[in-house]
């Protein structure tokens, strides 16, 4: 039996000495993302792509805005920031976006019958030729004009009416080669810094942020105040937070661990028999969990750091049976107590698996391989090492057990109390009741925001300032080909103009503004032969055109004049502002986006939802209404699964305690409720995360109970009971001051939640001590 | 590191002259809280070897609107705020374009501001300015220091004693605009 203890336990510590080693060379960065967490769900393989996409593109750059009383200043302060900036070259680089207005001014001219801005189209629509032939006399005498003059190529100022009728994507003019917001009212000018990595990446995030930092405090003190938007910003903060975090509610949580445990055994070994597993248990779990998954997400982390709590329960109870036993009769002894602990908690926690939510995913994997190896340990290690324990203190009774037990033994037993007992489960079962029908869910994003509101309100300033829509809604446009994809976008443009028209809409830009279908192209060429034909000669006579003139003018609209393929259109700077729109998707399709501009109320959402269903070729994407739709719908899958996990279990411990499962069940039941109650009258609510927290009350109070009605209310396991209960509410007690939402809500079901079963469930235990 | 010095010295010194061309400037000329007047403009077309002459008033109001009517050959109303350009034809209103949406606008409406109302500040964020003064008359030549702006404008000559009376803009291809102004009336 030794023999076998003593290989178990070097193959144990091998494997965990090799999965450590293994782990340590792979870096994984922490992951606070709100992406992250959501479900690979059952959207079209276009959109999802389309939306990775633009999530992509906003998080590889850093937006910097440089704001100062006057435009010196603002201006020096933009060189000193860039030359800093200059330090990172490597790992991100400033890029210039002024060379995209530059080139594009004249590339277009040779296109400039088959673009055609869109009011001169509707005009030359409606037949409306006087009218531009007064606007093209105007603009000629006109002491300044967008684009040049030019009486023979272009004698009806179509490519001034293109040029002034193009709208960019944010509110900069070009000043000295700066962009400069024309948005904001002091001097603003705009910087874009663009990572070479993505923002989660550690290193970049050690690299970029104290420059970043720095720069805004140098500049502070100048006066000059310097903003930034971008993901980097919250992924770092989130790293920081994370950081800040672990430490406070891992040391907090270990600390109390540590003054408990000496005050009671008034020794150190028992303190490191205890801490033992746990550590062993935390280890493989970050082991596992990061060579499993690419980014370990924040929200695993904490929760794995509440992990300790249900750990240190397995070791307790060997420590404290130590004290009466040699190690392989405690072994024998609390085995299949242990046993039964390990496979409850597994399965409530693995279940977790099973939702497609990869956040849940990864606590499931943390939990599960943490609670196996905490165990294993606590088999393999523990028996080694504690078998000093029993010699020095054989038949002695710890003075805290004792003590402890007395208070129990004055509990009253509920089993003696029929009336109370049946008044208790009324209230219990009215208390859920009442919940089930009248507690609101929650499931707004913002539970899943990880960053401070002040880093909030900081990016949505300079992005208000670009004047980018804080709508998270787009739509998608798809085709089968290029020129489907821009016909199919013109038809619906129809539909969103006559939203604009009603004011159901402020405005849209999309790409087919920038580049028509040839189709659209051909048809404003023949507009405009069409304008040529009814006022050329007039034109011509007004400002004195010789006849061989205005033949040369008319005949660069009839001899067939050029149309901007997209092959020619990517080349151009304006391209940039769609990047990709003209590179088939991995389904075969074409998609472009159209941004939609301004507010918009739930009025206009459902008008643009129902236009775009009446349309196969649109899809109407929120990613914000997504997010709370999905967490609403794995709210659910959680709360189901709540069900058949205690199912499950109740069914499973029937098998051992028969008609005495109410004593295990009843306390984790009623502790929860109640916890879930008081939740519900703080925050007017409930959500998912508050329901992940029941779990681990579940598996928390689960091992309560099935230990102390497996030592049949002995001391010691009452000791390590109250010990490992008051551990974990130390550390979740500092959850519930967490600043992340997600950890807060975790805690504020956790801290009650144990307190009540470690209250409830002495009343439970059985009267007579001789009953199984 | 001779060379080095004697470019910083140069530098220096052409910041100095530079500098100074300005003040003077700003010294000598005025810009009235509002104005009106009348102007005569020919425009060169290099394309067609000819000029179009036209005449007009105008007025502006400082910071807040200038009012361009061409009254010969034809009536046109060109009204420009710093955000709007707006466009009338006998009185009604066929264009408007908005700097919030459209970058060249947003520029056109500054260097139109800039140029019209001798705007010193404004005109030194987009052009290099040089200025001879010599007793109360100044001449002023602007260079674009944008390739943006440089697409539209190649040169500016201001030229004015008290107020601004001549401008003459050289356009890229070889287009020429010359404005004088005339009855100059501050009200």
């Not at chain 2, 400082?62 to 010969?72: A, C, S, Y």
């Amino acid at each position: 039996m030794k023999i076998n203890f003593k290989l178990g336990a070097l193959i144990w510590a091998i494997f965990v000495i090799v999965i450590c080693l293994f782990a340590g060379t792979k870096q994984t960065a922490v992951d606070t993302s709100i992406m992250a967490l959501l479900p690979k769900y059952e959207q079209k393989p276009l959109v999802h792509e389309l939306q990775e996409q633009q999530t992509a593109e906003y998080a590889n750059h850093v937006f910097i805005m440089v704001s100062a009383n006057n435009k010196q200043s603002a201006r020096t302060a933009i060189s000193t920031i860039s030359s800093q900036l200059g330090t990172l070259a490597g790992v991100a680089d400033l890029t210039t976006l002024v060379s995209s207005a530059s080139t594009q001014t004249n590339a277009l001219y040779p296109y400039r019958f088959a673009l055609l801005s869109e009011p001169v189209a509707k005009k030359l629509q409606e037949k409306d030729y006087d009218s531009q032939f007064r606007s093209a006399l105007s603009k000629l005498f006109s002491p300044m004009g967008a684009g040049k003059a030019d009486p023979v190529q272009d004698p009806f100022f179509l490519y001034s009416d293109i040029l002034l009728g193009q709208t960019m994507n944010v509110q900069v003019k070009i000043e000295e080669g700066l962009l400069r917001l024309t948005n904001v009212e002091k001097p603003s000018y705009l910087l874009v810094l663009e990572l070479h990595k993505n923002p989660f990446d550690l290193p970049t995030q050690d690299q970029v942020m104290p420059v970043l930092q720095s720069i805004k405090q140098q500049m502070s003190k100048q006066g000059v105040s310097v903003s930034y938007s971008g993901l980097l910003l919250h992924a770092a903060k989130g790293a920081e937070q994370a950081k800040f975090e672990i430490s406070t509610i891992g040391l907090g949580s270990i600390l109390g661990i540590v003054i408990i445990i000496i005050l009671v055994f008034r020794r150190i070994v028992p303190l490191l028999q205890i801490l033992l597993p746990v550590m062993v248990g935390c280890l493989v779990a970050v082991a596992v969990t990061s060579l499993w998954f690419e980014r370990v997400h924040l929200i695993t982390i904490a929760f794995g750091a509440g992990l300790v709590g249900v750990a240190v329960d397995y070791s307790m109870h060997f420590v404290c049976e130590s004290y009466l036993h040699t190690g392989t009769t405690v072994v024998r002894k609390l085995f299949s107590g242990l046993l039964l602990g390990l496979v409850s908690s597994v399965l409530a926690y693995g279940g977790l698996a099973l939702t497609p939510f990869p956040g849940l995913q990864q606590i499931a994997v943390f939990s599960a391989t943490g609670l196996i190896a905490a165990w294993l340990s606590v088999l393999l290690f523990l028996p080694l090492i504690t078998t000093k324990n029993t010699l020095q203190n054989k038949e002695n009774y710890l003075p805290t057990a004792l003590l402890l037990n007395r208070c129990k033994e004055t509990f009253p037993k509920l089993d003696q109390l029929p009336k109370v007992a049946s008044l208790f489960i009324i209230a219990i079962a009215a208390t859920s009741l009442s919940l089930f029908f009248w507690a609101t869910p929650q499931d707004s994003v913002r539970l899943l925001q990880t960053s401070p509101p002040s880093l909030l309100k900081e990016d949505q300033q300079v992005q208000q300032a670009l004047g980018n829509s804080v709508n998270s809604a787009f739509l998608i446009v798809s085709g089968n080909g290029a020129e489907a994809m821009l016909e199919n976008e013109e038809l619906f443009r129809l539909q969103l103009d006559a939203l604009i028209q009603n004011g159901t809409l402020a405005g849209y830009q999309a790409v087919s503004q920038s580049i028509p279908s040839l189709q659209r192209q051909r048809q404003n060429i023949d507009l405009v032969k069409q304008l040529y034909q009814a006022k050329l000669d007039s034109y011509a006579q007004a400002i004195g055109l010789s006849a061989q003139q205005k033949a040369i003018a008319n005949n660069y609209v009839q001899e067939n004049p050029p149309t901007l393929s997209p092959e020619r259109w990517s080349t151009l700077a304006i391209s940039a502002q769609w990047p990709g729109v003209f590179t088939p998707h991995s389904t075969g399709e074409y998609a472009s986006i159209i941004r939609l501009k301004g507010h918009l109320s739930e009025d206009s959402i459902q008008q643009l939802q129902a236009a775009a269903a009446t349309d196969h070729n649109i899809d109407y994407v929120d990613q914000i209404a997504d997010i709370s739709a999905t967490l609403a719908r794995y709210r659910t899958k959680v709360a189901d699964w709540l069900f058949v996990a205690y199912g499950i279990i109740t069914v499973l411990l029937f098998f051992r305690y028969r008609l005495n499962v109410w004593r295990v069940m009843l306390p984790p039941i009623a502790g929860s409720i109640i916890a879930l109650a008081c939740t519900v009258f703080i925050n007017g609510g409930y959500n998912i995360f508050n329901l992940v927290a029941l779990m681990l009350v579940f598996g928390i109070g689960l091992d309560m109970g099935i230990f102390l009605q497996e030592s049949r209310g002995s001391a010691h396991t009452w000791l390590a009971v109250s010990l490992s209960t008051l551990t974990s509410l130390l550390a979740f007690g500092l959850l519930a001051l967490s600043k992340t939402p997600v950890l807060y809500h975790f805690g504020i079901i956790v801290l009650p939640g144990l307190l009540l079963i470690w209250l409830l469930s002495p009343f439970m235990q059985t009267s007579r001590l001789e009953t199984q | 590191m001779k060379k080095t010095f004697l470019s910083i010295i140069l530098f220096t010194l052409s910041l100095s002259v530079f500098a100074n061309d300005l003040d003077k400037l700003k010294a000598v000329t005025t810009t009235p809280e509002k104005l009106t007047g009348i102007f005569a403009q020919t425009k060169f077309l290099a394309q067609l070897d000819t000029s179009i002459k036209s005449t007009g008033a105008f007025n502006y109001i400082r910071d807040t609107k200038i009012v361009w009517h061409t009254l010969t050959p034809i009536d046109s109303t060109l009204e420009l705020t710093p955000k709007t350009i707006l466009n009338y034809q006998d009185g009604v209103q066929v264009n408007k374009l908005d700097s919030n949406t459209n970058s060249i606008v947003a520029v056109f409406s500054d260097i139109f501001f800039g140029v019209m109302t001798a705007q010193w500040q404004v005109l030194e964020e987009y052009f290099s300015v040089s200025a001879e003064v010599s007793e109360g008359h100044w001449k002023a030549t602007l260079i674009p220091i944008d390739k943006n702006i440089g697409g539209f404008i190649s040169k500016v000559i201001l030229e004015g004693d008290k107020y601004l009376k001549q401008v003459t803009l050289y356009e890229p291809e070889g287009n020429l605009t010359h404005i004088e102004f005339d009855q100059l009336q501050q009200k």
